[in-house]
């Protein structure tokens, strides 16, 4: 049945056929702006602000790339700036900013949940996409990492996905495993320290690793996660050179991979903490390709949403 997309808040309520769709229209936008040298019209007219309570280089800039090429005009809201700073509540900032026309709100912030809470409060008529909630989603990355994947690997049912380190605070490594298991993955890993491990129910498809060596042997696909200490306990801090040692992905570990295995990691990097700089500027380096793709992604899901 054909799911129309009106807000994304997480990659879990969609269905296989809406990911994939989503991810052939990724490649249309990518092939229709000439790798984004062209500028597109289909959303003349619409109005997309980008809420982000969080700071954010890399997203903030795609999403309003996307909406950019796409011709939309685009509204940047800066916590840093704005009377959500001197107490004002988030949703009369919220309908402030409703007044003004919007057609789609692109949002991160910091406690998980926002994004639907907004979808509850929202006028009829506006999309809410979710840039980042907490430690809970940020379905646009899931989408981009399995479109990078894709392009490489289109058969999923032969694919094993490693995803290494700060697990328990990462919304990527959660919509990742919904992106990757929808797509019908044959198996997806999840490795880390055991204090940076979340609940093994809350991942009931996934095999679970303390052992980095192990955990990548044999692997397709190695996504390699930050350390998230602005949602970490100062308990569960590691020791970041020990970190490196048993969690840092560096050649001699990759060697244990599956030939060809891509490399990937959302940003910002930290060198030598969680991947080495022969790495991540290796050739199975794909990180520079998902931020690429990004962009296409975000395109895609704006188009879906707001195309008259
Ligand atoms: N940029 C990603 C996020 O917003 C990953 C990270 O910050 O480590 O979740």
Redesign the pocket.
Known sequence: MFQRLRHLTTLESLSRDCIERLLDRAITMRDACAHGTRKLDLLNGRTILNLFFEP?T??RTSFELAARRLGADVINFDIGFSSTAKGEELFDTLHTLEAMHLDAIVVRHKVSGTPDELVRHAMSGVSVVNA?DGNRA?PT?GLLDALTVRQHRPDFRQLTVVICGDVKH???ARSDVHAFTKLGAREVRLCGPTALMPDQQEFPGCKFYDNFDQAIEGADVAIM??L?KERMASTDLPDEAAYFREYGLDSRRLALAARGCMVMH???INRGIEIASEVADGPQSRILEQVGNGVFVRMAVLYEMLAR
């Open positions: 954010s890399r997203t980042g940020h990355q990462s919304r990527v996660l930050r998230q959302p940003g910002p």
